[in-house]
Nanobody
Framework: VQLVESGGGLVQAGGSLRLSCAASGFTFNNYYMSWVRQAPGKGLEWVSAISTGGGSTAYADSVKGRFTISRDNAKNTVYLQMNNLKPEDTAFYYC??????????????????WGQGTQVTVSS
């Protein structure tokens, strides 16, 4: 099983990034996917989640209206489009998979699989 994130980097405030998470080794379209982030010196923060078919999504209040989660089950990939980025969005971003349901938590035990993460840095 692998979840491999990509697309992170350094961007100025107000800019955009698109994160990708490529899955392998499990039946991707049977799993709900989430994005979770960890800022320097802080705990894990749930960011967004999407249902197996993509019809249902959820967002943390801190990113609502700026971030969009989507998935392509044919490509076994989930995305996070991040617009109007702010310095407080600086964090390591992880994707996580669960077969249970649409998770809105950042607890590691609530997910079956985690990726290794990708760094997003937003400069002011």
């Amino acid at each position: 099983v692998q979840l491999v994130e990509s697309g992170g980097g350094l961007v100025q405030a107000g800019g955009s990034l698109r994160l990708s998470c490529a899955a392998s080794g499990f039946t991707f379209n049977n799993y709900y996917m989430s994005w979770v982030r960890q800022a320097p010196g802080k705990g894990l923060e749930w960011v967004s989640a999407i249902s197996t078919g993509g019809g249902s999504t959820a967002y943390a209040d801190s990113v609502k209206g700026r971030f969009t989660i989507s998935r392509d089950n044919a490509k076994n990939t989930v995305y996070l489009q991040m617009n109007n980025l702010k310095p407080e969005d600086t964090a390591f971003y992880y994707c996580a998979a669960t077969s249970i349901g649409l998770r809105v938590t950042a607890r590691p035990g609530d997910y079956d699989y985690w990726g290794q993460g990708t760094q997003v840095t937003v400069s002011s």
